[in-house]
């Protein structure tokens, strides 16, 4: 099992995923449309980047309820991909045409 800190986490959760804490203190799921809580009082509510949550170390993993969102993945993936070779273009043409 491999733990990662929470900029770790963010940076490979994919779609369908959960990550989780030790123990499953705090569990969340990657949607297509953003990350949300399971589980608990903020359950099925999108979650806000608050300091306690960089403190934490998190495990990845897939469940059953994960295997509804994993149909999204590779569309969703590409979209990004895409919107993030978009932005590389812009940026290289940008400075290329930038007089210093």
Known sequence: M???T?????GRIRIGQKASTPGFGRTVIRRPDGLYWCG????????EIRDYLFSDI???YEDE???QWIKFREREEHKEREMIENQVDDLRTNTRNREF
């Open 6 to 10: 929470l900029p770790s986490m963010l």
């Open 40 to 47: 608990g009082l903020l359950n099925g509510k999108i979650v």
């Open 65 to 67: 309820e994960s295997l």
């Open 58 to 60: 998190w495990t990845l």
């Open 2 to 4: 491999e733990w990662l």
